[in-house]
């Protein structure tokens, strides 16, 4: 019988993706997938730290885990990602779980087969992090698993060092892949039968800036929309202040590129963007929006928007609140700041206390949800078409997103999925619409 593995993941898209890779090397190691922990031989955490509840979130469940690993030594818990590459991570978790068999860090994830091989011959944990970004690997061996679309790195690291957040720290520097090598995996995949590619990245723009001008952002995307074929191509995240005209211009003259872009704004107030080192105004940011709907009209934008940042006043709140109006976001993920040990945000004086915090970002998801429900319901009657990606059992629905991002849902007796269907939009609730096929 073969060996089986559970993949636990945390966080963004990235390491949505990772966790494919991490998927890729356990089977070709002769492991396969299951559902269930108590079926498993491997579980692996693969983990998060931009927030503090994404962390005690992982702890939490690789601590329940404890009696699993009792009544069954032979289980191995492994453990990476981000929450580990963070300095003094790997000993507290150990101390912590000294269950844990395995922990390694974002640098080496491509080496957890050799670090498979190192537990097998030895009793003790095997514990490596390294310190240093490594080469990039370019084999694909990720197992994919969210068929019709598929993620695609373009770039690791972060060199923005916004003042709040961790991912410099754990995600070193950046590193482009060389853009042949990225137009060969989107060429396999589209030649595969894709049909969405997301392409990954903490800051798409700054693409290529380590490789000499090779190739910019925007002359990647250039190129990849060279095929004739059917498919959408998104990219995520752009970081407002290098998001410029020749990628706007891109975005409104290659048809395969969504009319999406996520141009995550954080907060309304100069003062705290200049404090989050962000390096634009809420007034520039504004600029660019309106430069994207004027060469591209139609386009949406959704946005990350962080409150209660150290030293925040009502009026900085309040500035943010009609940033939101004036762009019309039509959806914005939310968050409440959360202090990162080692980054200069955790240092500030004037951390905000929980209670305002939390008075705030209730404040601010209510406008939100009015905002993307005004949006939904300019849906009603029209037709969309979807990327049929999925089956929803419970509601006995299929699913997929127009190219805004929009869920709409539908009966079919065929399966769908991986087809591109028109729908004509009946009701609508928040962000789902409900649909009936049009053809
Ligand atoms: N590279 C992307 C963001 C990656 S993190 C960018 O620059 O836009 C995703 C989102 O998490 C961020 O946009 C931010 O809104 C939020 N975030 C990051 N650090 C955070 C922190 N310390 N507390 C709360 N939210 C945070
Ligand atoms: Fe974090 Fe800023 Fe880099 Fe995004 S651009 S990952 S928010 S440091
Ligand atoms: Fe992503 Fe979380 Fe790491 S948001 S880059 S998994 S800290």
């Not at 356990?26 to 079926?39: F, H, V």
């Not at 979130?57 to 009544?71: D, E, F, V």
């Amino acid at each position: 019988m073969k060996k089986k593995y559970l993949i636990v993941t945390y966080g963004c898209q990235m390491n949505v993706h990772e966790s494919e890779k991490i998927a890729g090397i356990l089977r070709s190691r002769g492991y396969e997938e299951c559902k269930d922990e108590k079926e498993a031989d491997i579980i692996v955490f693969n983990t998060c730290c931009i927030r503090e509840n994404a962390e005690n979130h992982a702890y939490g469940n690789i601590g329940a885990l404890k009696k699993l690993k009792r009544g069954n030594p032979g289980l191995l818990i492994a453990v990476g990602g981000c929450m580990t590459q963070q300095e003094g991570a790997a000993e507290r978790l150990r101390k912590k779980f000294p269950f844990v068999d395995i922990v390694f860090g974002t640098h080496n994830l491509d080496s957890l087969g050799e670090l498979l091989d190192r537990k097998a011959g030895s009793k003790k944990a095997v514990v490596d992090i390294w310190g240093k970004e490594g080469e990039i690997r370019e084999d694909d061996y990720s197992f994919r698993t969210s068929y019709p679309n598929a993620w695609v790195n373009i770039m690791y690291g972060c060199n923005n060092f916004c003042s709040y957040c961790i991912v410099p720290y754990v995600r070193g520097r950046e590193r482009s892949r060389a853009p042949e090598k990225i137009s060969e995996e989107v060429d396999r995949l589209i030649d595969g039968g894709y049909k969405e590619i997301t392409l990954l990245g903490q800051n798409v723009n700054s693409y290529g800036n380590d490789r000499e001008g090779e190739c910019s952002f925007p002359q990647l995307l250039r190129r990849l929309c060279r095929r004739e074929d059917k498919f959408r191509l998104r990219f995520m995240t752009s970081n407002p202040k290098d998001f410029g005209e020749e990628l706007v211009r891109a975005i409104a003259e290659c048809p395969q590129i969504c009319h999406l872009v996520h141009l995550p704004v954080q907060a309304g107030s100069d003062r705290i963007l200049k404090l989050m080192n962000r390096k634009y105004t809420a007034a520039e940011y504004l600029r660019k929006v309106e430069l994207l709907r004027k060469y591209v009209p139609d386009c949406q934008l959704t946005t990350d928007i962080m409150v209660g940042f150290p030293t925040e006043t009502e009026e900085d709140f309040r500035a943010t609140l009609s940033l939101v109006r004036e762009a019309g976001f039509s959806t914005a993920f939310t968050f409440v700041y959360s202090r990162r040990s080692g980054t200069a945000a955790a240092k500030m004086e004037g951390q905000i206390p929980e209670s305002v915090q939390k008075e705030r970002i209730m404040r601010l998801v209510e406008l939100v949800n009015e905002q993307t429900r005004e949006k939904s319901a300019c849906y009603r009657g029209r037709t969309i078409e979807i990327l049929c990606e999925d089956y929803d059992e419970k509601k006995g629905l299929y699913l997929g997103r127009d190219e805004y991002g929009r869920m709409g849902y539908f009966r079919s007796e065929k399966n769908r999925i991986g087809e591109f269907v028109r729908l004509k939009i009946g009701e609508t609730s928040g962000v789902s619409l409900m649909g009936e096929p049009a053809d």
